[in-house]
């Protein structure tokens, strides 16, 4: 009895190293920037990972976008393995993975002038045994453009990012002024005064990506935290 359990166990354990042949680093990503002013604009906003080969032998890796959430027919989207870059309207590819290579997987948001949020979800398995796999989750927000001036000139940072329970902002060039936070449907969730280096309670939103925008008559700072 004692020597069929120490097998069965042996066996679980290989099975799993023979299954863990690629891993990613992130799963859930999340990228912003701002829209085109015009409808002719090229806007190209990306976010990116990475994947590694764990196994001994070489694999096919297959992705499939199984979700492509953008918010007007203007926005398109595009993935690019360790390869190549795939056009806007390919859902699926393939590349061979060979032990030890690793390489950068990239999500692509062309979202012209329109500034709205979105989604991309793209599955990554071994062709050989589609039951292992790992999705990425790729959320995008693009702002509407502001002069570039005041951009450059105002820059808030938040600490931590991502948080759970609090973030602390802070800004080089506004001391006073006013804080506005909006959820990833472009929804207000709070509002108030600022004063550099306060506080916000942000442990009831939800989890999720969030635009802050602080400013006062001079500046305007536009930034990105995620709540955990």
């Known amino acids: 009895m004692f020597k069929r359990i120490t097998f069965v166990f042996i066996a679980v354990l290989t099975s799993v190293s023979v299954r863990a042949q690629f891993h990613i680093e992130d799963?859930?990503?999340?990228?912003?920037?701002f829209a085109g002013?015009?409808?002719s604009d090229f806007i190209d906003i990306e976010a990116?990972?990475?994947?590694?080969?764990?196994?001994?032998?070489p694999e096919v890796i297959k992705w499939v976008r199984t979700e492509n959430q953008l918010p007007s027919t203007e926005w398109t989207s595009a993935v690019c393995d360790i390869i190549a870059c795939r056009s806007a309207d390919t859902d699926t590819g393939s590349f061979l993975f060979n032990p030890g290579d690793s390489g950068k997987l990239y999500f692509h948001f062309y979202t012209k002038n329109v500034n709205a949020s979105g989604k991309m979800v793209v599955r990554?398995?071994?062709?050989?045994?589609?039951?292992?796999?790992?999705?990425?989750?790729?959320?995008?927000?693009?702002?509407?453009?502001?002069g570039i001036n005041t951009l450059a000139s105002s820059v808030?940072?938040?600490f931590p990012n991502p948080a759970k329970d609090e973030?602390?902002?802070?800004?080089?060039?506004i001391d006073e002024g006013r804080i506005e936070i909006y959820n990833a449907?472009?929804?207000?969730v709070s509002q108030g005064g600022?004063?550099?280096?306060?506080?916000?309670?942000?442990?009831d939103f939800s989890h999720g990506l969030y635009t802050v925008k602080i400013s006062n008559s001079l500046y305007t700072s536009v930034s990105i935290i995620v709540k955990q």
């Open 27 to 33: 799963d859930t990503l999340y990228t912003y920037g």
């Open 37 to 39: 002013k015009t409808a």
């Open 48 to 57: 990116e990972t990475k994947i590694k080969h764990l196994g001994s032998s």
């Open 124 to 146: 990554f398995s071994r062709a050989s045994d589609p039951l292992q796999y790992q999705d990425i989750v790729t959320f995008i927000t693009a702002w509407k453009p502001v």
């Open 156 to 158: 808030t940072r938040a």
């Open 167 to 173: 973030v602390t902002f802070s800004n080089n060039m």
């Open 185 to 188: 449907m472009g929804q207000m």
């Open 194 to 203: 600022f004063i550099n280096n306060m506080s916000v309670d942000i442990r």
